[in-house]
């Protein structure tokens, strides 16, 4: 059997289970969403857009170029939780984050959506937000299918020095 070797994703393992001992809200300082919110380090955090409800960060463990969160900047589990205003910007920034990675990366298409609970895919299910994934043909290759590995082929920094000159 060959081996791929990933170190970079123990920081993903380790910041899951931070978040399942931390209680993964704000009160229990699990929450990396929480964190870049409040952070006045928008390039540490990869935040490239901020409004007044919402923000759109990179994510770190990206499933292909370019994926990026959606996040209320107020800590919310659920859709319900959101208010009228919360909920319409959440949808208008994630709106203006597709504009962006149209005209930026040129994909051929998009998946959109959200994650509850842990069964349900939510890595971390106290603090919803939006996966914006961009899609190209052929972007799926043999890697994830034969050696369940995926091919990113820009740095998150390349990419958020190119978003925050759109």
Not at 36 to 65: E, G, M, Q, S, W
Not at 76 to 90: F, P, Q
Not at 94 to 115: A, C, S, Y
Request: contains cysteine; proline residues 5%; glycine residues 10%.
């Amino acid at each position: 059997m060959k081996r791929i070797w990933a170190p970079w994703r123990m920081a993903y393992i380790d910041g899951i289970r931070e978040a399942i001992d931390g209680g993964g809200d704000a009160g229990g300082g699990g929450c990396f969403l929480c964190d870049a919110a409040r952070a006045d380090d928008d390039r540490k955090h990869l935040i490239f857009l901020r409004c007044k409800r919402t923000f759109a960060v990179l994510n770190r463990f990206p499933y292909n170029n370019g994926h990026a969160l959606i996040v209320p900047v107020e800590h919310k589990g659920e859709l319900k939780d959101l208010d009228e205003a919360e909920m319409l910007e959440l949808m208008e920034t994630t709106r203006d984050v597709i504009d962006i990675l149209k005209r930026l990366m040129r994909p051929e298409g998009f998946n959109v959506g959200l994650n509850f609970g842990r069964c349900g895919g939510a890595g971390l299910p106290g603090h919803l937000h939006v996966h914006v994934v961009p899609r190209w043909a052929g972007d799926t290759n043999f890697m994830p299918v034969l050696a369940d590995a995926k091919i990113i082929p820009q740095s998150l920094e390349d990419l958020y020095d190119r978003l925050i000159k759109k």
